[in-house]
């Protein structure tokens, strides 16, 4: 018996099939990967902003507590009892309640554990001025890093 030569069976995928599976796969991908790389900033964006207002309720706190902003921000993780303090006024170190940031994820910067980091620098990053700008006589802080958020705005005015 003989067997048709069109009826034999093939294996694998024709150049055309192949051709047509790379081009959706590469749709999908110019698709999805700017979608996840806008997800990534808007977490880092969202972490600053959470850090911003841990930062400011802090030294607000402080300044309550003591009549005084805080001279640096490392006074905000300083001992309870006063000591690693930077303000010299004796009346405003007495009332001193802190710290008003604790080191609960171990984050450390300058080897102050509890102030927290900016996202947008490398980890390693120790220097506090590198993360955060700080002015003593108005109490306000603001991101050191200079670029904008995915709406425009500045972070330095965050």
Same mark, same amino acid.
């Given at each position: ?7 034999? =069976? =093939?294996?694998? @995928? ?7 599976? #790379? ?5 999908? !991908? ?9 997800? %990534?900033?808007?977490? $880092?964006? !969202? +972490?600053?902003?959470?850090?911003? *207002? ?7 706190? @402080? ?8 001279? !640096? &921000?490392?006074?905000?993780?300083? $001992?309870?009892?006063? %000591? ?7 009346? !405003? ?13 171990? #984050? ?6 509890? &102030?927290? =980091?900016?996202? *947008? &620098?490398?980890?390693?990053? +120790?220097?506090? +001025? ?14 050191? @890093?200079?670029?904008?958020? &995915? ?8």
């Amino acid at each position: 018996m003989r067997v048709p030569k069109h009826s034999a =069976r =093939r294996s694998g @995928f024709t150049l055309i099939e192949l051709l047509i599976v #790379i081009t959706v796969i590469s749709t999908l !991908a110019l698709i999805v990967i700017p979608r996840l790389m806008g997800a %990534s900033r808007q977490a $880092k964006e !969202a +972490t600053l902003r959470g850090n911003l *207002f841990q930062l400011r309720n802090a030294i607000s706190m @402080f300044q309550a507590d003591t009549g005084t902003y805080p001279s !640096a &921000l490392t006074d905000l993780v300083a $001992k309870s009892d006063g %000591s690693n303090l930077g303000i010299t006024d004796t009346t !405003a170190k007495a009332s001193y309640k802190g710290p008003y940031l604790t080191p609960s994820g171990g #984050i450390k910067i300058s080897g102050y554990p509890g &102030l927290p =980091r900016n996202p *947008f &620098l490398d980890a390693t990053e +120790t220097d506090v +001025t590198k993360h955060w700008t700080y002015d003593s006589s108005s109490g306000t802080v603001s991101c050191a @890093f200079t670029g904008s958020t &995915l709406d425009g705005e500045n972070l330095t005015d965050l």
